[in-house]
């Protein structure tokens, strides 16, 4: 009798242990931090007011500020738009593709770098990483098989410009100023890092390379009446 009754105990104890632990509060879960989707969908909320124009220049700064941290080709639209916190559709309805978009851009670098020309630091220009982006998303785009004549437009200009100012700095005759402008653009092949490799030419040899060209601007004049340009 006495030893069923310890059985009883026994039992009893263990099934109030399981019991126990089974009523044992488990380890806290984390709590979800929806904060960061709230304010995506805030932001996104907010964005859906903006104009056309405001759309524009917010897709169009996303894409200069990635472009400025990756290659082109590693940029997407959808990056970009998702960057912006706009529907990816936006910059077909605005721009009419990626590449127009792209385009917009080198617009964009080439008024910002006018101010270069305007101030006569040639080396400044040459040395601004966003004259270097420029090219690249024109040697980009034109490999895409972009148009061109597009660029014919913003070339003639530039070409128009840059000659009169080498002209007037430099006291050069057209055809000097016209030699020298297109050197100065040549500078910007170096901008690429595969055509560098290819080329067996390291990154400290481009900096020479620059430095020897915007030295002998100093004697342009002089080099030019030597070979019968002025």
């Known amino acids: 009798m006495a030893s069923a009754k310890k059985v009883k105990k026994t039992t009893a104890k263990k099934a109030s242990a399981k019991a126990g632990e089974r009523q044992k509060p488990g380890p806290k879960k984390q709590p979800i931090n929806l904060a960061p989707a709230i304010q995506q969908r805030e932001r996104k909320a907010a964005l859906g007011r903006v104009s056309q124009d405001e759309a524009k220049t917010l897709i169009l700064n996303t894409a200069i500020a990635m472009l400025r941290e990756r290659p082109v080709s590693d940029v997407s639209s959808r990056e970009i738009a998702h960057e912006s916190g706009l529907n990816h559709s936006y910059i077909a309805r605005y721009f009419g593709s990626n590449h127009e978009m792209l385009f917009c851009v080198v617009e ?36 895409e098989g972009f148009p061109p004549e597009r660029f014919a437009v913003l070339a003639i200009e530039q070409r128009v410009n840059t000659e009169a100012f080498f002209a007037e700095s430099f006291k050069l005759d057209k055809r000097a100023a016209r030699v020298y402008r297109a050197k100065i653009g040549m500078l910007f092949l170096l901008a690429d890092e595969k055509m560098l490799a290819a080329s067996a030419i390291d990154k400290s040899t481009r900096t020479d390379i620059i430095n020897l060209v915007l030295h002998e601007l100093g004697d342009a004049k002089k080099n030019a009446e030597k070979l019968g340009w002025q």
């Open 108 to 143: 964009i670098m080439t008024e910002h770098l006018k101010k270069y020309r305007d101030n006569g630091d040639v080396a400044a220009l040459v040395k601004d990483p966003d004259a270097n982006l420029r090219f690249k998303l024109m040697e980009y785009l034109l490999a």
